[in-house]
């Protein structure tokens, strides 16, 4: 995987500023630390701390700022597909993909309730492979660029209407990313969609 160095939304980042690296998923600037990192999301330690920070954060703050619970409910889907790397080889990883992709579809395009998300990804595998008639999710090439605005942006924003604006652009922007498999996608969020209803 490409990854671009010095990517930042609203910046023009010369070079990386030390102390931070870029993330092996995403891209994003992010602290160089040492830590653990999530077991088959490919993403570097310090990428994955922000994210569990951002995490903290919403889950402390939910409900204090409207629209906030609700952006928070898709932070996940974002984070997972901008942190697809091994899903060639590995099955869980294929699914995290492709069912937080169907996630961020059916917010977007099939008018899901935010707070439904959880829920619905929990059956997204069981609702959708049986008519496909496949036994696992199939494998999606990867994009060079998974988007612009990452978690590391979402952790910098300060402001609660910041972090709601950002959480939106995060979303789109890791949604954006998998262009070229949007109407795969559409086609899983459909059967998804239907089968729920
Ligand atoms: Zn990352």
Known sequence: MTISTGRRVGTVATSTPAG????VGCGGLVPDAAGPTHPYLQASAGCWQLYGEVSARQHGESGSEPGQASVHWHHVDAYAVQH???SEHDRRQRQSVAVHLVSLCLLREFGQPPQHASAHRGRTSQLVLPRLALADWPYLAPPADLGAVTTADLHAARTPCEQ????????????SAWRAHHDTVRAWAAIAH???T
Do not use: K, Y
């Not at 931070?20 to 993330?23: E, L, R």
């Not at 709601?164 to 949604?175: D, I, K, L, R």
């Open 20 to 23: 931070v690296v870029p993330c």
């Open 84 to 86: 697809p790397g091994g």
């Open 164 to 175: 709601v604006a950002t959480g939106q652009q995060w979303m789109e922007s890791a949604w």
């Open 194 to 196: 239907g089968c729920r």
